[in-house]
């Protein structure tokens, strides 16, 4: 039996917590190809309550495509799960994204990204932030996994992480263990998701405006965005863009 994806197991244990249903509008996004004709995956996109979008990336590269900031390693598939939140709740935004190496390593990274000031709002901080951190300690200490420290990576990736970022790597045979982690940072976003009461306009739209212009840099300094401008082409890479933000 094929073995489930990242976003396909990220989406079941999210599912058996929200109620999810499907958002019409991007079924060309579901089935692409990329530049040279070959089958390149799709996104679906959800939503549910006080949840504005579940969004499911699977890339596909049968044949093979050269990752410039992996030594030109070749990669056969990139993966995304993203919540995006009603930006009216005090909730954060959740994402992971992986990187899949024909040579059988498996890279990913998550980070929570939160619309309102972690340092002015403390009582949240203690309240959610610790246990966030208790289970960053953990895997990241884990013996299947191994940490990518700040230092080695580009420094634009410090402008936009927050203090629960993970960048690590492990294998295709051992990818379990980033399931397992998903479980957790994934209960731990529900719980929030329960509690969280609505507010007023404004602080829905502060807290859109600093995500999103987040994003807007991460589009263009995103080392993997610049891949799949490449091999998508602009005009795809663009709706890819549109859809998630």
């Given at each position: 039996?094929e073995?489930?994806?990242?976003?396909e197991?990220?989406f079941?244990?999210?599912?058996k917590?929200?109620?999810?249903?499907?958002?019409?509008?991007?079924e060309?996004?579901?089935?692409?190809?990329?530049?040279n004709?070959e089958?390149g995956?799709?996104?679906?996109?959800?939503?549910?309550?006080k949840i504005?979008?579940?969004?499911?990336?699977?890339?596909?590269?049968?044949t093979?495509?050269?990752?410039?900031?992996y030594?030109n390693?070749?990669?056969?598939?990139?993966?995304?799960?993203?919540?995006?939140?009603?930006?009216?709740?005090?909730?954060?935004?959740?994402?992971?994204n992986?990187?899949?190496l024909?040579?059988?390593?498996?890279?990913?990274?998550?980070?929570?990204?939160?619309?309102?000031d972690?340092?002015?709002?403390?009582?949240?901080?203690?309240?959610?932030?610790?246990?966030?951190?208790?289970?960053?300690?953990?895997?990241?200490?884990?013996p299947?996994?191994?940490?990518?420290?700040?230092?080695e990576?580009?420094?634009?990736?410090?402008?936009?992480?927050?203090?629960?970022?993970i960048?690590a790597?492990?294998?295709?045979?051992?990818?379990?263990?980033?399931?397992?982690?998903?479980s957790?940072?994934?209960?731990?976003?529900?719980?929030?998701?329960?509690?969280a009461?609505?507010?007023?306009?404004?602080?829905?739209?502060?807290?859109?405006?600093r995500?999103?212009?987040?994003?807007?840099?991460?589009?263009?300094?995103?080392?993997?965005g610049?891949?799949?401008?490449?091999?998508?082409?602009?005009?795809?890479?663009?709706?890819?863009?549109?859809?998630?933000?």
């Amino acid at each position: 039996m094929e073995s489930k994806s990242l976003p396909e197991v990220c989406f079941e244990l999210l599912s058996k917590e929200v109620k999810l249903d499907r958002i019409p509008g991007f079924e060309d996004l579901e089935h692409v190809k990329l530049l040279n004709g070959e089958e390149g995956g799709g996104i679906k996109i959800y939503k549910g309550d006080k949840i504005e979008k579940v969004t499911l990336v699977d890339f596909q590269y049968k044949t093979g495509v050269p990752i410039p900031h992996y030594d030109n390693a070749l990669s056969i598939g990139a993966e995304v799960f993203q919540i995006l939140p009603d930006l009216s709740f005090k909730i954060p935004v959740w994402g992971i994204n992986s990187i899949i190496l024909k040579n059988g390593k498996y890279h990913f990274d998550t980070d929570f990204s939160f619309g309102f000031d972690l340092v002015m709002d403390y009582e949240f901080t203690m309240k959610y932030l610790d246990p966030f951190n208790s289970i960053y300690k953990k895997f990241c200490t884990h013996p299947d996994l191994k940490r990518v420290n700040l230092d080695e990576t580009t420094t634009w990736v410090r402008t936009y992480i927050s203090p629960i970022f993970i960048i690590a790597e492990t294998t295709v045979k051992k990818v379990n263990m980033v399931y397992e982690l998903c479980s957790e940072f994934i209960r731990l976003w529900v719980k929030i998701w329960r509690e969280a009461e609505k507010r007023d306009e404004a602080f829905k739209q502060t807290q859109k405006k600093r995500l999103f212009s987040q994003y807007a840099g991460m589009r263009g300094t995103d080392r993997m965005g610049k891949v799949l401008r490449k091999i998508y082409g602009e005009d795809t890479f663009s709706k890819f863009f549109k859809a998630m933000a």
